[in-house]
C-alpha cells in the first residue's frame, strides 16, 4: 500500500517531447439489467448485503448458470453502437483463479470469442476536432462481489485482521470493451483517454443499457500506457493501471504514468510490464503485486453454457431500433438551432445540451436557450461551483421566463431579476414578478406623467429634442426608467417621448 | 405379510395405489431393513427416517382423501449424496463437506418431492463421484451386498447396494464415467446413464459438467423407466437441459417385456470385449447375445477404433473440468475452514490448508491432473486433444448407429474386486471404466442389467446403448434381455444373492 | 511428452490451492507422471483437421428471460459460513488488498 511521492518524474511537456505515447483502454461497464448475468438474482445498487443472492451467484455446489437475453441483447446493441462486427457464434469460457470474492473461484467471460469486435468510435475533443478510437473487442462477463478488509484492532498479529464480503454484486453483467493501441494522439493521449470514456459513459445512457454512473462504478476504466522513441518504432513495454473511476482521474493517470515512464527511459531503466493502481487522493500510480500465478488462468470453454449464435435477423432488429448516440445528435441538434461549431462546442463542453433541449421544447428560441444558459446561467454555476444542471432551476422556468420576455411583459433587465429570485428559490418566474412587483408599467398614464416631469426637469434638453436633435432623447428615457425603476418598456417610453415632444 | 422390501417400485407403487399397503408402512419397512444390514453395508451416509415418514404420512393422508397422486407416490427412495437436498446433510462423500445442509434442493429432488417419494437418506459414494469402488469416499466404504468383502463399484456404490440389500426400492445416481452402470453391474441391479440433458443437472454438485448425468439405480428396467420418466424433462435452470419430453420409456419397458425383438439390429462393440475381460464376464455376454438373437434380434458387430483413446481423452476432460467445478470448495463461504498450522492466516493459505486437508487422495491427484492439464502450454496437447477425440468417438457412434439400432458390451470387464485390491493403483482402477466411458464423451444413453454370474458366483452386467435422445430403446431391449434371463434363472438374479445377517426372507 | 517432475506438481498443485506434505508430493509427482504419460496419447489423433467437441450435444442460444427470482435467506446462508459478521462472509485477510 505504498503510496510514496519520491519518484523521478519528467515534466510532461518534456515526456512527450521526446517520447510518442501509446495508449489503450479497457472499459467495464456494468449492465442495467434486473437480473444477473448468469442467474434470476435481482441487481440493484445500495441493497443490504448479502440479499441479491442465489445459489448460482454464490457459486453454491450443484449451481448452475443461465444466460441472460437482455445482457445479451444489451451487449449486441454497445457492439453496434461501436461499430463492431457480432460474433456468428461466440461463447463463454472460465477464468481460474483464486479470489475470496469469485464465489465459484473462476469467472464467467468471453475469451477467445467475444460476442463483438473490430470496431471504432469517433471522440470529440474540447476544440471540437475528431479522433478515431479503434476497438479491438467488447465481450461479456459477469462481475465480483465486494471485499471490505477490516484492520486489525486489537493489535494482534494472527487473526486480527479480515475481509468481510458482500456477494450482491457478484455476477451482476458487465461488457468490457477494448480499444485497439491508440497511436497518433501525442501529447493529447490524456485528454484523448477522458473523452474516449466520457463518449462511452454518453454512450451506454443513450443506448440504455446502463445508468452509467461513474461514482457507483457502474462504468470503470483500466488504461495501458507505454513509450517509444518514435511513432516509427515498435511499442515499449506498457502498464496497466487498473479501476481508475472518473473522466479526471482517466486523464490523470495517462499523464502520470507517462511522467512516470519517460523518467526511467531517461534514466536508462526499462518499464516492467505490470498492474499498477491509480490514488486518487495522491494522484499517482503505484506498483500491484506480483503474483507468480498470475497469469495462468487456465481458460477453458464453459461446459455449462452453450454457445450463443445471434440471429441475423434479431441483430438488424436491434439495430433499427438503436436510439440515436450522442455524436449523431449533436450533428442534429446543431443544425436545428443553426449554432455555428463554436457556439455548439461550448455549449457541448458546458454540458448545456440536454438543458437547451429542454427549453427550446418549453417554448423558447434556440437563441434565447443558449443566451441564457451559457450567460447569466453559466457565470452562476461558475461563481458557486457546481455543475449547469445542479443549478436550481428547470429548462421549463427558463422557457417560462423567456415567454415573458416575448410577451413583453418583462424586459431583459427584469427578466434578471425574475432568474435572481427563481435561483434564490422564490418559486417560479410567473410568481417571482408578482410577488416582486417587477411586470413592465404598460399602462401609458403612469409613464407620460414620469415623461412630463423628466422633460420639465431638463429644459435645455427637451428643447434640442424639440429642434430635431433626437441625440439626447436617451437621457429622457434613462430618467423615466429610473422613476420607475426600470418596470417601463424602453421602447414604448421612446415613442411617448417623441409624441410629447411633437405635439 | 409379504416383505415390503423385497417389491419392485412397481409393484409397491399399485399396492400402494390399491391402498393394500400404506406408505408409511413401506417406508417403515425399509427403514427397519436399513437399520438391520447398514452396519454391515454402509450404504447411507444418512438416514432420513422422520423426514421419510413424515412424507409417507403426508401421501398417505392426501391419498385417502382421494387427490390425485403420481403414480409412484410414496414409494421411497435413497439419493446419491451428490445431490443437494434442502435441509438434509449433503456432502457428496467429501470431508470437506461435512456438515454442509444446502438451501436448496436440486430439480430432480423437487420433482421427487412434488411426487410425493418418501426420501429414506443419502447414499454413500467415492469423494465428489471420483472413483469406481466406493473407497474413496471420506466416510469410510460400501460393501458389496453379494461379498461384503468386496467393492459395490463407484462412484455410485452406496446407491447400487441400497438398492441390491432392498434397502430401497428405488436410488438416484450420477454417472460421469460409469458411476450408474458399473455399480449396478457389480451389484446385480439395473442403472441407466440417460441421454446428457434429458435429467437437469440443477443441484448435482458438478464434476464433470460436460460428463454428468443423474438417473435411475433399480432392481429392474420398469423401475429404471418410471424413475426416468419422474426426474427427466427439460429444465430452464439447466442450459444443457434438453427439451425433449421425457415420456415413453415406461411405454418401451412393457412393450419389451414381452420378449419379442423380430426387426431389432443390435450391434456388438468389437473393441468392448477380449483382452482384460474376465472369462466369466465375456462368457455370459455371449449367452445374453443368444438370447437377443432367440428373441428375434439381428446381431452384428460393429467397430469403434478410437474407444482405444476414449480412457485417456475422459482422464484429461473430467479432471480439468473438475478442477475448476471444485475451486469453489475453499472454506470461505460453506463447509470446512482449515487454518495453517503455521505461519500468516491469510485467505489464500487458508484456502490451501482447507484444501489439502478436506480432499482425499483421489481427489487432490484428479484436480492437480486437470490443473495441470489446463495449465499455460498444455492446453493444446492435453485438453484440447482430448477434445478432438471425442468427436471422433462421436464419429465412431454414428457410424455405428447406422449399422445397430442399439450397441451391446459388458458393462465392466470384471466382477467385482476386493476391497483395498486396487486402491494403490489408480490406473487399474481407472480401467474398470473402459466400456461406460464412451457413452458419456459422446452424451447417449447407457442401461446396465444383470445377466448372470461370473465363474466366481458374482453379478456380471450387460451394457447396452442408444443414440442421443432415443433412451427408449434401452428400455424395449433391455426389458426384454431381463424377461428372457428371468425366465431361464427362474427369478430374478438377486434372490441368489446371500443372506445379509438379520435379513428376512 | 514432457514428463511430471516433482517441482511441477508443486507448482501446479499451489495453482489448484492445494497444500501437500512431503510425502504427498512424493506419492503424487511418481503417479502423475505415470497417468499423464498415460493419457498424452489423446494427441496422436488429434489431428488438425478434427474440430473439437466440448459439448456432447450441439445445443445453442438457451437464454432466460430478464426476470427476478426470489434471494436465498441470507441468515440460512451465513448460518452455513465457517464466519459471517455484519450480514457478510468473513474471510482471513487477503493479501495485496488496498
Not at chain 2, 399396492?15 to 438391520?36: C, F, G, M, W, Y
Not at chain 2, 438434509?88 to 429432488?109: F, H
Not at chain 2, 423380430?262 to 445374453?288: D, H
Request: proline residues 6%.
Amino acid at each position: 500500500m505504498s503510496t510514496t511521492t519520491d519518484v523521478d518524474l519528467v515534466d510532461y511537456d518534456d515526456a512527450v517531447a521526446r517520447f510518442d505515447p501509446v495508449i489503450g483502454i479497457e472499459v467495464h461497464v456494468e449492465l442495467g439489467t434486473r437480473t444477473k448475468m448468469f442467474d434470476g438474482a435481482e441487481q440493484s445498487f445500495g441493497e443490504e448485503p448479502n440479499t441479491q443472492i442465489t445459489p448460482t451467484s454464490l457459486g453454491l455446489p450443484g449451481a448452475l448458470p443461465v444466460v441472460n437475453g437482455t445482457a445479451v441483447e444489451y451487449a449486441i446493441r454497445i457492439g453496434l453502437a461501436l461499430n463492431c462486427s457480432i460474433a456468428q457464434s461466440c461463447r463463454f469460457a472460465r477464468k481460474n483463479y483464486f479470489y475470496p470474492d469469485v464465489p465459484k473461484n473462476f469467472q464467467t467471460s468471453q475469451y477467445d470469442e467475444p460476442i463483438a469486435s473490430e470496431g471504432f468510435v469517433d471522440v470529440e475533443l474540447e476544440d471540437g476536432t475528431t479522433f478515431r478510437v479503434e476497438i479491438e473487442r467488447a465481450h461479456m462477463e459477469e462481475d465480483a462481489g465486494k471485499n471490505t478488509h477490516v484492520g486489525g484492532a486489537t493489535g494482534r498479529i494472527h487473526g486480527a485482521e479480515y475481509s468481510l464480503v458482500d456477494y450482491n454484486r457478484a455476477g451482476v453483467p458487465l461488457v468490457e470493451i477494448v480499444t485497439k493501441p491508440i497511436t497518433g494522439a501525442g501529447e493529447r493521449a490524456p485528454e484523448v483517454a477522458r473523452a474516449y470514456v466520457q463518449t462511452l459513459r454518453d454512450m451506454f445512457r443513450a443506448l440504455g443499457v446502463s445508468e452509467a454512473r461513474m461514482e457507483r462504478g457502474n462504468v470503470r476504466a483500466d488504461v495501458n500506457v507505454s513509450l517509444r522513441p518514435t511513432p516509427a518504432d515498435a511499442l515499449g513495454t506498457r502498464t496497466e493501471t487498473k479501476n481508475v473511476n472518473s473522466f479526471r482521474s482517466v486523464e490523470r493517470a495517462v499523464r502520470y504514468e507517462i511522467s512516470r515512464q519517460a523518467a526511467i527511459l531517461d534514466a536508462g531503466g526499462t518499464i516492467v510490464q505490470e498492474t499498477r493502481h491509480w490514488h486518487e487522493d495522491t494522484g499517482i500510480t503505484t506498483a500491484g503485486r506480483v503474483k507468480s500465478d498470475a497469469e495462468d488462468y487456465r481458460y477453458f470453454p464453459e461446459p455449462d453454457l452453450v454457445p450463443i449464435v445471434p440471429d441475423r435477423a434479431w441483430i438488424e432488429e436491434i439495430r433499427a431500433a438503436l436510439p440515436e448516440l450522442p455524436a449523431a445528435r449533436r450533428r442534429r441538434l446543431q443544425g436545428e438551432w443553426g449554432y455555428a461549431d463554436a457556439e455548439m462546442r461550448d455549449v457541448v463542453n458546458a454540458g448545456a445540451i440536454e438543458l437547451i433541449e429542454a427549453t427550446v421544447a418549453a417554448g423558447a428560441s434556440p437563441a434565447a436557450a443558449r443566451k441564457w444558459w451559457m450567460g447569466e446561467l453559466a457565470r452562476t454555476a461558475k461563481q458557486q461551483e457546481v455543475e449547469l444542471a445542479d443549478l436550481p432551476i428547470t429548462p421549463a422556468q427558463i422557457g417560462a421566463l423567456q415567454q415573458l420576455v416575448d410577451a413583453g411583459r418583462i424586459n431583459d433587465k427584469l427578466a434578471r431579476q425574475v432568474l435572481e429570485g427563481v435561483l434564490a428559490g422564490e418559486g417560479d418566474p410567473e410568481q417571482v414578478v408578482v410577488a416582486r412587483g417587477l411586470e413592465v408599467v404598460s399602462d401609458d398614464g403612469p409613464l407620460l406623467e414620469a415623461i412630463d416631469a423628466a422633460l420639465a426637469a431638463q429644459p435645455d434638453i427637451a428643447e434640442k429634442i424639440r429642434g430635431g436633435n433626437l441625440g439626447p432623447v436617451g437621457a429622457i428615457i434613462g430618467a423615466v426608467m429610473k422613476a420607475t425603476r426600470g418596470q417601463a418598456d424602453a421602447g414604448r417610453v421612446r415613442e411617448l417621448v417623441l409624441e410629447r415632444v411633437s405635439a | 405379510m409379504t416383505d415390503l422390501t423385497r417389491m419392485t417400485a412397481a409393484e409397491l407403487a399399485d399396492r400402494l395405489t390399491a391402498r393394500d399397503v400404506t406408505s408409511v408402512e413401506a417406508t417403515q419397512a425399509h427403514l427397519d431393513r436399513i437399520a438391520v444390514v447398514e452396519p454391515a453395508v454402509h450404504a447411507y451416509l444418512h438416514v432420513a427416517a422422520d423426514e421419510a415418514l413424515a412424507t409417507a404420512a403426508d401421501v398417505d393422508a392426501r391419498r385417502a382423501a382421494g387427490e390425485d397422486l403420481h403414480a409412484l407416490a410414496g414409494v421411497p427412495i435413497a439419493v446419491k449424496d451428490v445431490v443437494v437436498t434442502r435441509g438434509l446433510p449433503t456432502t457428496a462423500g467429501s470431508r470437506i463437506l461435512e456438515g454442509w445442509v444446502p438451501p436448496y434442493d436440486a430439480t430432480l429432488v423437487e420433482r421427487i418431492k412434488a411426487a410425493g417419494l418418501p426420501i429414506l437418506g443419502k447414499t454413500n459414494m467415492d469423494e465428489f463421484a471420483m472413483g469406481s469402488s466406493t473407497e474413496h469416499s471420506g466416510y469410510g466404504n460400501t460393501h458389496n451386498p453379494w461379498d461384503l468383502e468386496r467393492i459395490p463399484g463407484g462412484s455410485g456404490g452406496g446407491s447400487a447396494a441400497a438398492v441390491a440389500a432392498y434397502e430401497a426400492p428405488l436410488a438416484i445416481g450420477t454417472d460421469t464415467g460409469g458411476s450408474i452402470r458399473q455399480p449396478a453391474a457389480v451389484t446385480g441391479t439395473v442403472g441407466v446413464k440417460p441421454t446428457y440433458g434429458s435429467v437437469s443437472r440443477y443441484g448435482l454438485i458438478a464434476l464433470a459438467s460436460s460428463l454428468d448425468q443423474a438417473g435411475p439405480c433399480t432392481r429392474t428396467v420398469l423401475d429404471s423407466a418410471l424413475l426416468h420418466e419422474l426426474i427427466g424433462g427439460h429444465d430452464p435452470r439447466d442450459s444443457t437441459s434438453l427439451t425433449d419430453p421425457a415420456t415413453g420409456y415406461v411405454a418401451a419397458a412393457r412393450e419389451g417385456a414381452s420378449g419379442d425383438l423380430t426387426g431389432v439390429k443390435v450391434g456388438v462393440i468389437r473393441e468392448l470385449q477380449g483382452e482384460g475381460y474376465q472369462p466369466g464376464v465375456l462368457a455370459r455376454f455371449e449367452e445374453s447375445l443368444t438370447a437377443l438373437r432367440g428373441a428375434g434380434a439381428e446381431v452384428v458387430e460393429v467397430s469403434c477404433p478410437s474407444f482405444a483413446y476414449a480412457l485417456a481423452a475422459y482422464y484429461l476432460i473430467l479432471p480439468a473440468e473438475a478442477s475448476s467445478n471444485l475451486a469453489k470448495f475453499d472454506g470461505m463461504r460453506f463447509g470446512l475452514r482449515v487454518e495453517p498450522s503455521e505461519g500468516p492466516v491469510t485467505a489464500e493459505r487458508v484456502m490451501a490448508a482447507t484444501r489439502g486437508q478436506g480432499f482425499g487422495d483421489e481427489v487432490k491427484r484428479r484436480v492437480i491432473l486437470g490443473t495441470y492439464a489446463l495449465s499455460a502450454g498444455y492446453y493444446d496437447a492435453y485438453y484440447g486433444s482430448a477434445q478432438k477425440v471425442r468427436t471422433l468417438i462421436q464419429r465412431d457412434f454414428d457410424a455405428a448407429f447406422g449399422a445397430a439400432d442399439v450397441l451391446v458390451s459388458p458393462t465392466a470387464p470384471t466382477t467385482a474386486f476386493k476391497l483395498g485390491e486396487k486402491l494403490d493403483d489408480p490406473l487399474a482402477m481407472y480401467l474398470n471404466d473402459v466400456a461406460t466411458i464412451p457413452a458419456n464423451l459422446a452424451g447417449i444413453p447407457g442401461m446396465s442389467l444383470p445377466n448372470g454370474l461370473s465363474d466366481d458366483g458374482l453379478p456380471v452386467g450387460f451394457q447396452i446403448l442408444a443414440p442421443a435422445r432415443a433412451d427408449a430403446r434401452l428400455y424395449r431391449v433391455g426389458a426384454a434381455l431381463e424377461a428372457l434371463l428371468e425366465t431361464s434363472w427362474e427369478g430374478p438374479l438377486l434372490g441368489r444373492a446371500p443372506e445379509l445377517a438379520g435379513g428376512a426372507a | 511428452m514432457s514428463t511430471l517432475s516433482r517441482d511441477e506438481v508443486a507448482r501446479v498443485a499451489a495453482l489448484a490451492r492445494i497444500d501437500l506434505t512431503p510425502a504427498e508430493l512424493d506419492r503424487l509427482a511418481g503417479e502423475l507422471d505415470v497417468i499423464v504419460e498415460s493419457v498424452a496419447r489423446v494427441s496422436e489423433v488429434a489431428t488438425p483437421d478434427v474440430p473439437a467437441t466440448s459439448h456432447p450435444l450441439p445445443l445453442t442460444n438457451v437464454f432466460r428471460a430478464d426476470e427476478p427470482v426470489a434471494p436465498l435467506d441470507r441468515d440460512e446462508v451465513l448460518a452455513q459460513a465457517p464466519a459471517a459478521r455484519d450480514g457478510k462472509f468473513l474471510v482471513p485477510q487477503i493479501l495485496g488488498e488496498e
